[in-house]
């Protein structure tokens, strides 16, 4: 008897949809806790130069006001993934709320602080809520796909979860842009620590308990080492926008990559490794890893500074640059939600290729800005770049777990998410490098529009080529994973 929606039975009327979806124990929840995540992540783009002046932060400060949150993301994603395969998922979950709370809650507090100290005070708010956002998005997945019946269906549950990940992005700049326009930008993280209570709540009355069927001691050396790692390696990366000459700098990016190569040679010879090593062998993971980052120096790191280049260059008030983002964002929202209703034929790398393919176009007009001139052909690439965004993010959602086994849900899903937000905080510093370098050289020769121009284009150009080698590395990865396939299908006749 063939599957409503399968590819061997009829399609899936609406109806039948709405109740599979409905059947899925904790997507309201988990949806809602990605959106909570993605709140988090992104509330102060669109009212960051405004953050900056408030909280006396210098130009390095700044960056970590953009980057802190993923590194707190990034730090904690595949431990929290791991973890919640082994103590429960719903455990990690809501514990994650929690900690979201107290880092919106330390943000809040920052208003009260004198500039300076409370550029700190916010920072360290903003690597706690990354610390929380990274237990909701690993777990809500992994709850997803453990409470999925079939593939249908969880495709089907993690279109809802894309969604969660476009409305989020669309909801953080405009909650920032009111707030800050209005003058009390603290109001945004008192709403998000109410939110983030009432989430907690929410999930302990309606989540079920999740974990591995075959529960594993919790690789605390692996998660320690990984996160110091990290650490180190993204602190190199924004410090260097002071100067990357610095003995500081340079000790934290070498530190950071030994630690990686120990963290590399302990999973491979440890008994009961945090992340499996072995995983990284199977084409369709390997192909949604390349994606994930892709999507994150690519895409993230675009929208990431397109609201500072509305607020700055432009002079659009901080709800117009918001509103701007809200249109890639809600495209976003449509697209994963239309990309549960694709042939479930069309895999993961070609969903990833078309979705990366359509961002590509429209960024495209975003690498020929030019200050006072106007923004309706940007704006209208948007639109584009939001398809093809939501069509990534669904897929991402569904192909971190596809090639893995139940019990290593979490992992998948904590793998998958910390290379897309590693790769967010490596672009935003990157961009910013490429941004400004030699702009006071360029400057004084050619004026400093037309300086800040040719740093943009530069920077563009680079997010637009990492999204082009990302189509080819995961074409890539499909054709090996159908050859796989076919080997297996042959062995098995």
Request: include cysteine.
């Amino acid at each position: 008897m063939s599957l409503p929606g399968s590819a061997s039975g009829g399609p899936d009327p609406a109806g039948q949809t709405r109740a599979k979806l409905a059947r899925v124990p904790g997507l309201a929840v988990a949806a809602a806790g990605t959106l909570l995540a993605l709140v988090l992540f992104t509330g102060p783009l669109s009212s960051t130069p405004t953050l900056s002046r408030l909280l006396g932060a210098d130009a390095a400060q700044q960056s970590w006001i953009l980057s802190s949150t993923s590194l707190g993301l990034a730090v904690a994603l595949i431990a929290s993934g791991s973890l919640g395969d082994e103590w429960g998922r719903r455990r990690v979950f809501l514990l994650g709320t929690m900690l979201g709370t107290a880092g919106s809650l330390l943000c809040f507090a920052a208003a009260a602080v004198p500039p300076g100290a409370a550029a700190a005070i916010f920072i360290a708010g903003r690597v706690v809520q990354g610390l929380g956002a990274a237990a909701m998005i690993s777990c809500s997945a992994a709850l997803i796909a453990a409470g999925a019946a079939d593939a249908v269906q969880r495709t089907k549950a993690m279109g809802v979860w894309g969604a969660a990940v476009s409305l989020g992005i669309a909801l953080g700049p405009m909650l920032g842009a009111i707030t800050s326009d209005a003058g009390i930008w603290y109001l945004a993280y008192a709403v998000m620590a109410v939110s983030g209570a009432a989430l907690a709540i929410w999930g302990r009355l309606r989540l079920a308990e999740s974990k591995a069927a075959e529960p594993r001691p919790v690789d605390w050396t692996g998660a320690l080492l990984l996160a110091a790692a990290l650490a180190l390696i993204l602190t190199g990366l924004t410090e260097g926008r002071r100067g990357w000459g610095q003995w500081g700098v340079l000790a934290a990016l070498a530190a950071g990559g030994l630690l990686l190569l120990v963290f590399g040679w302990q999973q491979w010879r440890g008994k009961d490794p945090m992340l499996d090593l072995r995983i990284f062998r199977l084409p369709g993971l390997l192909g949604a890893s390349v994606a994930a980052f892709a999507m994150g120096a690519g895409a993230i790191t675009m929208m990431s500074y397109a609201s500072v280049i509305l607020l700055q260059d432009y002079g659009l008030p901080a709800v117009v640059a918001a509103m701007c983002l809200a249109v890639w964002a809600v495209v976003g929202i449509f697209a994963s939600l239309l990309a549960r209703r694709l042939p479930h034929g069309f895999d993961g790398p070609g969903r990833f290729a078309v979705g990366f393919l359509l961002c590509v176009i429209g960024f495209l007009p975003w690498a020929f800005l030019r200050f006072g001139a106007g923004l309706l052909l940007p704006v209208l690439g948007l639109v584009v770049a939001g398809a093809g965004t939501g069509l990534v993010n669904a897929t991402l959602g569904r192909e971190a777990v596809a090639h893995l086994a139940a019990r290593q849900a979490g992992m998948g899903s904590g793998l998958n998410n910390t290379v897309r937000y590693l790769g967010s905080a490596i672009g935003v510093t990157v961009f910013g490098v490429l941004a400004t370098a030699g702009l006071g050289a360029r400057a004084a020769t050619i004026g400093t529009s037309a300086a800040a121009v040719e740093g943009w284009d530069r920077a563009v150009w680079a997010c637009l080529g990492v999204m082009l080698l990302a189509v080819l590395l995961v074409l890539c990865c499909g054709r090996a994973m159908r050859i796989a396939e076919r080997a297996a299908a042959g062995t098995v006749r």
